[in-house]
């Protein structure tokens, strides 16, 4: 399985990004995928995931602020980042499970005036 992340970058106070991870094969087969990120010096921390059933769950820091979701057509998971703060500034990862633990190249994300 290969995961390949984008759309990162940079964006102010208050702004939205969208992230987006392709994965080499169906979606449907994973029971969850989810997105990571790691700040500097921190260790890597869950933001979002999405059963293969449309069950979500956020962590409490990033929860009404953003949205995961998923497309079965594209294989595709995707995190929208609304009202970005600086402590969102972190390289984020999606990554999913079948029977080991894959994960994509990670995309940074800045979020500074």
Not at 21 to 38: D, H, L, P, T
Not at 69 to 78: F, H, L, R
């Amino acid at each position: 399985v290969q995961l390949q992340a984008s759309g990162g970058g940079l964006a102010q106070p208050g702004g939205s990004l969208s992230l987006s991870c392709a994965a080499s094969r169906r979606i449907s087969i994973f029971k969850v995928m989810g997105w990571y990120r790691q700040a500097p010096e921190n260790q890597r921390q869950l933001v979002a995931r999405i059963t293969a059933g449309g069950s979500t769950y956020y962590a409490d820091s990033v929860k009404g602020r953003f949205t995961i979701s998923k497309d079965g057509a594209k294989n595709t998971v995707n995190l929208q980042m609304n009202s970005l703060k600086p402590e969102d500034t972190a390289v984020y990862y999606c990554h999913t499970f079948l029977g080991t633990d894959y994960w994509g190249q990670g995309t940074l994300v800045t979020v500074s005036s």
